[in-house]
């Protein structure tokens, strides 16, 4: 079964917008992750917050992550076409392996 | 350095033939994992090694074989392939930090596999 849940399934977006993606899970975790995958290709990874941080960035990739409400959020700033993709969270728990959501599509017009 | 390749690209099958697919990692890594990714069912983990000469079983491992005979390779056998297999497989492999749990994965790019 899915640890996590991406909200929502679909988002489309002008280049130039913000994009929010969320995630939430069921169980307590160790870290929580964030892959992009594009069209026909594998997952490459994004960013990681473990489950003591509370706010992560890497360029213009703003990650949230509140325990207490098990979810987490994507911001993606000042989008680009290139960003058009599926954007996957993925949960780590002790004694378990990484459990991916379903996935949020993506989609930047130009 | 080519990471994670995969092999073949894609593949169609008959029912009931059988067929390994190939994964390859040069980045010397303990972990690797096979996943099947079907349309709104995410990514779901089929078998996975923690090492060299090791497996164990996943989410979905019923219809599928795996052997770790070389740290680089992972293998997923499909003895008689059904209708039901036809996905993309994804191969993924991680590093072991030791003490932390961080299993951040390297994935990569899938084989399409069609049974008719």
């Known amino acids: 079964s899915q640890q996590g849940e991406e909200d929502p399934q679909a988002l489309s977006i002008q280049e130039g917008e913000n994009a929010t993606m969320n995630c939430s899970y069921k169980t307590s975790i160790n870290n929580l992750q964030w892959y992009r995958q594009n069209s026909g290709r594998g997952l490459v990874h994004l960013i990681l917050i473990r489950s003591n941080e509370r706010e992560k960035h890497s360029g213009r990739l703003r990650v949230t992550l509140d325990t207490s409400k098990k979810s987490s959020s994507l911001l993606i700033t000042a989008s680009r076409a290139a960003d058009t993709a599926s954007y996957f969270c993925a949960t780590k728990s002790s004694g378990s392996r990484l459990t991916f959501g379903e996935g949020t599509q993506l989609t930047v017009n130009p | ?116």
């Open chain 2, 1 to 116: 350095n080519a990471g994670v390749t995969q092999t073949p690209k894609f593949r169609v099958l008959k029912t009931g033939q059988s067929m390994t697919l190939l994964c390859a990692q040069d980045m010397n890594h303990e972990y690797m994992y096979w996943y099947r990714q079907d349309p709104g069912m995410g990514l779901r983990l089929i078998h996975y090694s923690v090492g060299e000469g090791t497996t164990a079983k996943g989410e979905v491992p019923d219809g599928y074989n795996v052997s770790r005979l070389k740290k680089q390779n992972f293998l997923l056998g499909l003895e008689s392939a059904a209708p039901s297999q036809t996905s993309v497989y994804f191969c993924a492999s991680s590093y072991v930090l030791v003490g932390a749990l961080q299993e951040t994965q390297y994935f990569g790019p899938g084989t399409r596999l069609l049974v008719l």
